[in-house]
């Protein structure tokens, strides 16, 4: 009996060495050199976009999202954040520029919401610092939302039951809890959830086959070719400003039917002319029409002429098919819930 005992006992250490042993044998992932400058350039998105001057609490993205889809921010109770950054299509109305409360354009093509809180700033000229801040801008700009003021959209929202409630239930320390500052953090909030990670990110940690080959190949094309040069970080753009049209004028390749002098619009610095923020190209493929004036709506035509008017640089038709599939890669998941 204490023979079997004590042979059961060596073979429960034995077991259990030889599991440790197996253990200590499993390697990380080995990175290709590839993945490792791709990380190096690029890095993995955040869950989340974080601003420790407004904290994000699940009620106050609630309330963000509430207020982002409530036509009652409009002049004429016809317009919401979702008219021109529509969640369902990758947080874009897919127009040239966007129709507002009077039926007017505006003048430049409407970004994608969506990974926008990584930028470095918002707007096509940057105008301002985060999406706390844009978030006010569209409702009472006249030819968006048309709103006349921010103390006529607080009077508005404070005839409503319910946000009377959520905004001192989210805001409970404020005298004034419906304020167009809270207004605007709550908005912020619900948009810094919207983050939409793509089989990019699982490349680049660690998944050598996360991309097909022609998607490598692409990614190679887009460090070697300069693209990197303005659509870096985790985003692939968004923390750069760039004149449109480095090496000729940009309104000469597109179908601009006006010339937009970007952020020089804004300063009057000379050094800003036709400086635009560097878009990001995450879900490019479903974000189309492409530039500042949403003037190309084929995205093998926009890379194209990215190159020559950027670079300098004549693609081969193998070239842009490789490049297109590596940005279709880009292609993120929708949040859920959202």
Request: aromatic fraction near 8%; charge should be negative; proline fraction near 5%.
């Amino acid at each position: 009996m204490k023979k079997l005992l004590l042979a059961s006992l060596l073979l429960v250490l034995i077991t259990s060495c030889s599991q440790k042993k197996e253990k200590q044998q499993i390697k990380a992932p080995e990175y290709t050199a590839l993945q490792k400058t791709a990380s190096s350039l690029f890095g993995k998105l955040p869950e989340v976009a974080e601003n420790p001057e407004n904290p994000i609490t699940k009620a106050k993205v609630e309330l963000g999202k509430k207020l982002y889809f409530d036509n009652r921010l409009s002049k004429d109770n016809t317009q919401s954040c979702n008219t021109c950054h529509n969640i369902e299509t990758y947080g874009v109305d897919n127009l040239s520029t966007s129709p507002g409360n009077d039926g007017g354009f505006g003048t430049r093509n409407s970004p994608t919401v969506f990974n926008a809180a990584l930028h470095m700033s918002q707007f096509w000229d940057g105008r301002e610092p985060d999406v706390e801040a844009q978030a006010g801008g569209p409702i009472l700009n006249p030819v968006e939302m048309a709103m006349p003021s921010e103390k006529i959209v607080e009077e508005r929202l404070s005839k409503i039951e319910e946000y009377n409630t959520l905004f001192t239930q989210v805001f409970p320390n404020d005298d004034s809890p419906i304020s167009y500052k809270n207004i605007q953090n709550a908005i912020g909030a619900y948009e810094r959830t919207l983050i939409t990670p793509s089989r990019f990110d699982d490349f680049i940690a660690g998944d050598a086959n996360a991309l097909t080959e022609i998607e490598q190949e692409g990614l190679q094309l887009f460090i070697s070719t300069g693209c990197v040069a303005c659509h870096s970080g985790n985003v692939l753009g968004g923390n750069i400003y760039q004149k449109f049209g480095l090496y000729d004028d940009y309104w000469k390749h597109t179908k601009s039917k006006t010339i937009d002098e970007g952020k020089f619009e804004v300063t009057k610095n000379e050094s800003d002319k036709y400086v635009f923020k560097s878009p990001s190209l995450r879900n490019i493929e479903k974000t189309y029409p492409y530039f500042h004036d949403g003037s190309v709506n084929d995205l093998k035509e926009a890379v194209t002429i990215m190159a020559k008017v950027q670079l300098n640089k004549e693609l081969t038709d193998e070239n842009v098919n490789a490049l297109v599939a590596f940005l279709n890669s880009l292609t993120g998941e929708l949040p859920k819930n959202i």
